[in-house]
């Protein structure tokens, strides 16, 4: 029989580090204090886009900003564990437009191109066998 083991404490071991990557964002660390099991790493957020439309003439004019929320996900084995212990990193996907006029440019002929985004919010969740062992706001 095989007993599971459940974290009791998870943190992060210092501090994590948090990277703007323009159009995504990223978060670094190392978590202490994990049981037996693997883990999802959700990393959500939202934030206010800045965006490039080029019209069909080939002329360059800024878009309107919009609001966006963006996540991404990372799985670790659980034999990635060492004595509790993990390093990871986790990084939203890019947002991609859907269309030129939803992302401020004045209609669909034009083209659209996400170029930055201004996060105002991010929370990382861990999760250990199907439960949330960890979730704070960066």
Known sequence: MVASIYAAN??????????D????????GRLTGLGNGDLTLT???TGTTTTACVNPAGNFAPGNPG???VSGVANILATSIKNGTVTFCVTTVAPECSNAKECGCPNNNW?????????TSLTLTVVQNGK???QTSL
């Open 10 to 19: 998870v943190h992060f071991k210092g501090s994590p580090s948090m990277s």
């Open 21 to 28: 990557n323009g159009v995504t964002a990223s978060v670094c």
């Open 67 to 69: 609001d966006v929320s």
């Open 132 to 134: 949330i062992v960890l």
């Open 43 to 45: 990393l959500s957020g």
């Open 111 to 119: 083209a659209a191109t996400i170029t930055d985004v201004d996060f």
